[in-house]
């Protein structure tokens, strides 16, 4: 039973049969269409964005499995925000502002790559990345946000 892995880089939701997919799955037999589709499904969140992607053959019986990373963190808070950049001076200037709704949203993109087992925490992590970046979350520090997700707050919005 031999594997082969490959790794490549794939715009969201945009994968096609051509380079650089195809050169590098091509010679190993597989239906390239199930691959693209696959690879389009897993990754329609991260549309817009470079996202890694590993596809793991077994070459005796042509089954695969697509296995997608997801951008860092900060990418995908600049993404949702439109920005450019995050802060030079992130503990004076505040450049933008996220509603919680967004920050679950990216919570949920990279729920099965951060540490946290439950999504109260993940946007605990989100928003600590927001700390380092200069963003606000709904207007306020996103230490106070944490806290105020620690006191039930949000319980509503992260338990729906």
Request: negative net charge; proline residues 6%.
């Amino acid at each position: 039973m031999a594997k082969e892995t490959v790794e490549i880089l794939i715009d969201g939701g945009k994968a096609t049969p051509g380079p650089p997919l195809g050169p590098a799955i091509g010679p190993l037999g597989i239906n390239m269409m199930q691959v693209v589709e696959e690879i389009n499904r897993k990754t329609a969140d991260f549309e817009g964005m470079k996202v890694p992607v590993k596809i793991i053959v077994d070459t005796d019986t042509r089954d695969f499995e697509v296995e997608v990373g997801t951008p860092p963190t900060t990418a995908l808070i600049m993404d949702e925000l439109k920005l450019e950049k995050g802060s030079q001076d992130p503990g004076m200037d505040k450049i933008a502002d996220i509603s919680m709704e967004q920050v679950l949203k990216i919570a949920r993109m990279k729920f099965d790559a951060l540490l946290s087992n439950d999504y109260k925490r993940a946007v605990k992590e989100i928003m600590g990345t927001c700390v380092s970046m200069g963003i606000t979350v709904n207007g306020k520090d996103p230490r106070e946000v944490q806290r105020e997700v620690d006191q039930g707050v949000y319980d509503d919005l992260l338990t729906s």
